[in-house]
């Protein structure tokens, strides 16, 4: 089944060759307008990833993308904006876009990063189920043992990360770019270790000796396949 792609833009002729371009790359490329639009869209089908303009008629970009991370933190999301300023673009990374192009731009390099965001993101799943660990990304509940666990949004993020990667190890720069997009956290791997402490807290047997979240010495994390 071919990845489907979400476009938002107010620019008719962008969404015209955008999705000539991109339905010839192989993806299935829907279009809207407004965020009213893509919300509709939304709402009917979670595509496998989110180009969205920062300047709509009825929202800011910015807001945007932190809704739609809220709601659904695993989907990719590529900013695609006239805003060139480094102000504008760390503003768009720390907000959760997942990369972030200027315009104008060649379709070329805007298909090589749709699909290297694809890449680092696992599909879309509804369900997850490992072992005695079930993660329903649409009701974002998780259940270990039968039992429903209260994760903060972080712990979450986290979790999803590692479903996303399973079997792959992640080093702690990797999962800092991934979940933080910023360098500036204090003590960032501290910060990082003590997340994952929490979570194995919660979902793990022994949390001295895990079954899911496995730590790789010298390299950084991984999760069992």
Not at 88 to 108: H, I, N, Q, R, W
Not at 131 to 144: C, F, I, K, W
Not at 211 to 223: A, S
Request: proline residues 5%; glycine residues 6%; aromatic residues 8%.
């Amino acid at each position: 089944m071919k990845p489907q792609l979400l476009v938002v833009d107010d620019d008719q002729d962008i969404l015209r060759v955008l999705k000539a371009n991109l339905d010839l790359y192989g993806y299935e490329t829907i279009t809207a307008e407004s965020w009213t639009r893509a919300k509709e869209e939304l709402n009917s089908r979670l595509p496998s990833l989110v180009i969205l303009d920062l300047t709509l008629p009825d929202g800011d970009g910015m807001d945007i993308c932190v809704e739609l991370k809220a709601r659904h933190p695993r989907l990719p999301i590529i900013m695609l904006t006239a805003r060139d300023r480094v102000s504008d673009k760390v503003l768009g990374l720390e907000s959760g876009a997942d990369d972030y192009m200027v315009k104008p731009f060649e379709t070329l390099e805007l298909a090589a990063r749709i699909k290297a965001c694809l890449r680092r993101n696992a599909p879309l799943e509804k369900k997850t189920e490992i072992g005695e660990l079930v993660v329903d990304y649409l009701a974002r509940t998780v259940q270990v043992r039968g039992g429903y666990v209260e994760l903060t949004p972080k712990e979450y993020e986290f979790l999803c990360l590692f479903l996303g990667c399973r079997g792959q190890v992640m080093s702690r720069e990797y999962i800092r770019k991934t979940l933080w997009k910023s360098s500036k956290i204090y003590s960032w791997s501290r910060v990082i270790d003590v997340h994952i402490q929490h979570l194995r807290q919660k979902l793990e047997k022994d949390p001295s000796d895990p079954e899911y979240i496995l730590t790789v010495p010298g390299m950084g994390y991984k999760f069992r396949t």
